[in-house]
């Protein structure tokens, strides 16, 4: 009985590396290149083996990878007599696994685990045979997959050849692409501030009532979960004439760790025109009780990461809104004045601060940037929308602009 449980206990092991795999492939067929080695027989559920095949063949010659493709190519390999009932059968098999598991960003891990269970299975056969050449062959594969792989490097000169696109800005002097911290205190505006760059980058032109600060025209998904359906309604309605076409809005999304992570890339899978997504605000996607357990820098760095491995993978841009602290001028730096731990700056691109005191119209935008000039900008927010006024120098000339 203890050796059946322990056999039960391997089995369902086994199938949750096989579904964690073939669910990833099936979202992210470019994951197939780390896990490539892999043969039908490394599965022990047949149907996967199958399926597995089944995407190497239309990876290798660019065909669409989903439930259906993969099936209908397993099943080619079928009996005409049983073909359409094993499509079928297999297709909404192959659809549950991906609506399990199908979030992974690597599977080299996975892989070598699959792998080596196979192996396993093979060596215990091996030894019931005494075939004692046959178990130092497969002991010696197994341990081969433990060895670290050599660390891939380059000289100065192959890094100095390299070619990369340049860098471009979403808002014109504003907002840059790549990962961006929003960062004011609560209730001064940020959220029309970001849907303000949400509409005009979905309708293309300008943005902040600037002509200096060009919009390219892009698809935007708003999270916008700290507004309610009420209140987005009424932010959009008051800073557009029409809903533009490219704007997507959302007010409930899981927290990232709860399954939105995986969410928010199927649903990117599904418009693959939206380069950017505004998260509204980090407290609603990040862990609950974050921080409880003492370690806010990893964690902090660890949630902003995993947000800028999907920008990353996707070449898309994400705005973060999030709080300000209450040290204000007593800061030695302006980015002391972030809530939480450096772990929060440390993980992305780009961080756009916004200062407006209380009951004030005017403004500032500071924005913190890894890839171009730091810059500031005055702002002024009245009857709800922000305007750029100019740099801080040009809005000093101005007898009514009262920003620090």
Known sequence: DAEAAKRKAAANVTQEIEYAILGSLLTRPELFGEVEY???????????????????????????????????????????????????????YLLM???????????????????KHRLNRERKAAAAKEDWTGVKTISDAI??????????????????????????WLVEGV?????????????????RLATQLAIALSSGGYALNSPETRAEKIGVHILALESGDRRAQKDLKQLSDAPPDGLHITCT????????????ERWLDEHPTVRLVVLDTLA???????????????????????????????????????????????????????????????????????????LQADGLLTLITRDYEDRAWAMRFESGIWTLVGTPEQAAEEADWRGD
């Open 175 to 191: 907002l840059p692409e790549g990962v961006t911290l929003l960062v004011s205190p609560p209730k001064t505006g940020k959220t």
């Open 38 to 92: 892999l043969a039908r027989a490394d599965f022990h559920d047949l149907r996967l083996g199958a399926a597995f095949e089944g995407i190497r063949v239309l990876s290798r010659h660019h065909h669409a990878v989903n439930h259906l493709t993969v099936a209908a190519h397993a099943a080619a390999d079928t009996p005409p007599a049983a073909a359409d009932a094993y499509e079928s059968d297999l297709g909404a």
């Open 253 to 264: 999304w899981a927290r990232l760790s709860e399954g939105g992570a995986a969410d928010l």
């Open 284 to 358: 609603k996607v990040r862990d609950r009780g974050h921080g409880g357990k003492g370690f806010m820098y990893s964690a902090d760095y660890d949630v902003g990461a995993a947000i800028k491995s999907i920008a990353d993978s996707r070449g898309i841009s994400i705005l973060i809104l999030h709080h300000s602290n209450k040290l204000g001028d007593h800061a030695s730096d302006l980015l002391d004045t972030i809530s939480g731990s450096t772990g929060v700056t440390g993980s992305v691109d780009h961080i756009l601060i916004m200062k407006r005191e209380r």
């Open 143 to 168: 341990a081969a997959l433990d060895k670290p792989a050599t660390q891939a490097t380059m000289t100065a000169a192959e890094l100095w050849a390299k070619e990369f696109p340049p860098l471009k």
């Open 97 to 115: 696994v991906q609506q399990e598991r199908g979030y992974r960003t690597c599977l080299t891990p996975e892989a070598k685990l699959l792998r």
